[in-house]
């Protein structure tokens, strides 16, 4: 089943709750949350809000105990896993605080890992992220592994790894919450820079400051959400 495709996310009064001894504690509540195309969206909570649950459910890392959650106009909700981890390769662009590079292979190797692993050879797949590469400043870096490289380094590999695939949404989790402030600050630019290019970004952060790079805030506390007015032309 297909949704109006004007949403790039559209999430219809998803419940998610977990087990804690013979009690089921609720943690999204009745949630609705729409993202559209070419958005750049921040999801702004503390620790223990229900987030990272929105957000593994928005990355098809986990399932809703109810409700309808449409990703580009297909309904997740109705889909057998097999079908979910398909989406989780090829819609869904991962960028993770700590990276989340395999350390022994190199930068080029790490970032054409997704094309590989869907059947494309090393050197299409070389060829296919080269503009990428070069965008993120990383063409003189090929060859070195994470280790040689800085936190901003490595979490821009994380980026490009996340773009070669082109998948319908990049979403973050604290992609900045393992660096410094001016690494942090570089990344959020390259953010905004890779929105204008049309990029739907969803980001999930515990920082307002960091929140604020965003185009628009939605809050969320204790499993519920409330949305901020946009700031867009600010």
Do not use: W
């Given at each position: ?45 503390p ?56 350390p022994?292979?190199n ?62 949404i ?19 630019k ?25 185009g ?6 204790d ?12």
């Open positions: 089943m297909e949704k109006d495709r004007e949403f790039m996310i559209l999430i219809n009064n998803i419940n998610k709750g977990y087990m804690l001894g013979e009690e089921k504690v609720p943690v999204l509540k009745n949630v609705c949350f729409q993202v559209k195309k070419g958005e750049f969206v921040a999801i702004l909570g620790s223990g809000s229900g987030k990272t649950t929105l957000m593994n459910i928005i990355g098809c890392m986990d399932i809703a105990d109810s409700g309808e959650y449409y990703l580009d106009g297909n309904a997740i909700h109705e889909m057998e896993e097999s079908e979910l981890n398909d989406v989780r390769n090829k819609e869904i662009g991962f960028i993770f605080q700590n990276y989340q590079l395999i022994t292979y930068i080029l190797q790490n970032i054409i890992m997704p094309l590989v692993v869907r059947g494309m050879s090393s050197g299409e797949a070389e060829e296919k992220c080269m503009d990428t590469i070069r965008l993120l400043g990383l063409d003189h870096r090929l060859r070195h592994k994470p280790s040689e490289l800085s936190g901003g380094q490595k979490q821009r590999v994380s980026i490009a790894r996340a773009l070669v695939g082109e998948p319908a990049l979403l973050a989790d604290e992609p900045t919450g393992a660096l410094d402030s001016v690494s942090g600050q570089e990344v959020l390259l953010f905004g820079k890779l929105n204008a290019m049309g990029h739907t970004i969803v980001m999930i952060t515990h920082d307002l400051n960091v929140a604020k790079a965003a628009r805030i939605v809050h969320i506390i499993g519920e959400l409330s949305e901020e007015e946009s700031r867009e032309g600010e």
